[in-house]
Every structure is written in structure tokens, then in C-alpha cells.
């Protein structure tokens, strides 16, 4: 606070000064420089006083209240780029051509400044990610950090590291991304996703009591998280066409070559999707080892001697040097 408020009067009194010295000495480039002065201390007063020390501290949304910062900065700047230019270029049909010879320029000069920029506009003001979102853009997973003026800053999750948890890296993305690639949003508007369980069970197994036995397991450990999302999809849908969705647990059934193959579909946080998928295997094999109606499947290699005999195993053909 203190810190604002004495860069608002280093920059009144500058304005100050130069009101005095255009009194004194009457000349067009102090005009301007005093107009110019004028114009960074009431943007100052306006944008980072008024609106970001006053207004924008009252939200309570942590995330809120940062977009809404980023977005106030982004004003400023604009603000000050078309005042300033209004004030040194004086005739309106040559304020025009620099615009439009600037904006070429600098379109040219500066592509992927000038991209990574406008993707920043977009972020912002779209809201494709805030802070605290889990993202995917370009093969780049993570949780949104920092977002600047040109590029994002993540917390990098997989990199190295199994599952969807942090490698420990900050990883940092120019904007730009988002207008030319799909962007994967875990968190945006509901904090689910569904996973899946694969098993193969040998077709000696009791499959029907399988799928109930594993079925019993993931709804019981599932059942609050279920609850939540069919919650979050009821509201989805007063945002967007969303058909209702089955969010229960779920088992399938598909009879390949070597085994019978048990896929169980359930939703987890997207966050804890590892954790979660762990504990259930761990109470899936610990439920199966304790039934002897049903085997987990394993791959088989039959291995044949070309002269159609069986290998002896621990022996080796031995041939006689002539």
C-alpha cells in the first residue's frame, strides 16, 4: 500500500514540475511530455489504486481475483499506448496511418510476441484456464500457477513421473499455444473425470461373481465422489447441451483369445485419480485372492524345438567335434 501510493505521488509531483516548466516555457514538447505525464498518473490512480488496490481486493475468490488483476493490467497498458499516441501525433488521418504502420510493424517484427500477447488477451478474457486449473496443451500437463502477459507458468505433473502427480519442474508455456492447439481443461467447470480398470480373468473363472465382487468394491470407495459429480453434471448442463450422464459405476464385459476381459468404469477426482485407482486395485486383488471362484489371466508363450520335440529345460545339446 505504501509502496503505491508514494509511485502515485513521485508521479503527481513529476506531473507537477512539468506543469510548471510548460508555464515558464511555453513549447509543444513540453506540452506533450506534461500531457504524457498526466495520462501515466491518472491511469496509475485510476487502474492500480481505485480499481486493483480498492475494488479488486474486496473478491473473495482467490482465482477470481487474480484474473481479474491480470485483466486490469492488460486496460492499463492499452490505455496508455492510445492516449500517448493521441497526444504526439496530433492530425487524425496521420494518427490512423500509425496506427496501422505501428500494428505492421510490430505484427511483423514481433509474430510470437504479438501471438503469445493475443493469447494472453484470450486466456483472460475467455477464461479457458485460471490458477489452480489442471491442464493439457501441446503434450504439457500441469497446474496453472502464474499466468503473464506472454507465456503460463505450470506446475509440471507426469514428465518422469508415473500417474498424474507432480515431477516437481516449473514449466513454463507461451500463450500462444491456445490459438493454434486443443487445450485439455481437467478443472475448468467440474473437478471429475472417469477412469477405468482393466482384469482378465482366466474362463475357468466365476465371471459373474467377479464383476459383482469388484463392482461392490468401487462403488463403496467411489460413493461420495459419484454423488459430487452427478451434482456438478446437473449443473453443467444449465451451461452447456449436456445429455445426462451415467456417472454409477459401471462394469463391461469383452471375451478375447487368452482371457475374459473385466472393464470397470468409475469417476474420481481429477486430481487424485492415481490414489484412488491404487486403493481400488489393492482391495480388488486382496477380494480375489481370497476367492478361490476366479483367477487373474496372465499371458502364455509356448515355446516348440524345430524338430517338434519339447526344449528339455536346464539342458543344452551337446554335438561332438569331429
Do not use: C
Amino acid at each position: 500500500m505504501k509502496r503505491q501510493i508514494l509511485l502515485f505521488a513521485l508521479l503527481l509531483s513529476l506531473s507537477a514540475g512539468l506543469g510548471v516548466a510548460m508555464h515558464f516555457f511555453p513549447d509543444p514538447i513540453i506540452s506533450n511530455f506534461f500531457a504524457t505525464s498526466l495520462v501515466l498518473t491518472i491511469s496509475y490512480l485510476v487502474f492500480n489504486i481505485v480499481i486493483g488496490m480498492v475494488i479488486i481486493r474486496r473478491i473473495a475468490d482467490p482465482k477470481t481475483r487474480y484474473t481479474a488483476s491480470k485483466a486490469i493490467s492488460v486496460l492499463s497498458v492499452l490505455f496508455i499506448i492510445v492516449l500517448t499516441l493521441r497526444i504526439w501525433v496530433t492530425d487524425p488521418s496521420a494518427l490512423i496511418v500509425s496506427y496501422g504502420i505501428i500494428g505492421a510493424a510490430l505484427a511483423f517484427a514481433l509474430q510470437d510476441v504479438v501471438r503469445n500477447f493475443v493469447g494472453g488477451l484470450l486466456i483472460i478474457i475467455s477464461g479457458l484456464y485460471r490458477v489452480g486449473d489442471r491442464i493439457t496443451i501441446d503434450n504439457n500437463s500441469g497446474d496453472v500457477m502464474d499466468i503473464g502477459m506472454l507465456n503460463t507458468t505450470l506446475m509440471e505433473i507426469r514428465g518422469w513421473v508415473a500417474g498424474d502427480q507432480p515431477s516437481g519442474r516449473l514449466l513454463t508455456i507461451p500463450n500462444g499455444l491456445v490459438i493454434s492447439h486443443p487445450l485439455y481443461n481437467y478443472t475448468r467447470d467440474h473437478s471429475f473425470v472417469w477412469d477405468e480398470i482393466t482384469i482378465p480373468l482366466t474362463y475357468d473363472s466365476d465371471w459373474k461373481l467377479a464383476k459383482e465382487l469388484v463392482l461392490g468394491i468401487v462403488a463403496r470407495e467411489t460413493a461420495e465422489i459419484t454423488k459430487e459429480a452427478d451434482a456438478e453434471i446437473e449443473r453443467l448442463g444449465e451451461t452447456y447441451y449436456l445429455p445426462k450422464k451415467v456417472v454409477d459405476p459401471s462394469a463391461y464385459i469383452t471375451v478375447t483369445d487368452n482371457w475374459i476381459t473385466l472393464d470397470v468404469r468409475y469417476v474420481t477426482d481429477a486430481r487424485n485419480r492415481r490414489v484412488l485407482r491404487s486403493r481400488l486395485h489393492e482391495l480388488i486383488l486382496a477380494a480375489i485372492q481370497a476367492e478361490e471362484r476366479i483367477t487373474i489371466s496372465s499371458t502364455t508363450v509356448t515355446v516348440t524345438s524345430i524338430d517338434g520335440n519339447p526344449p528339455e529345460s536346464g539342458k543344452r545339446k551337446q554335438t561332438d567335434e569331429q
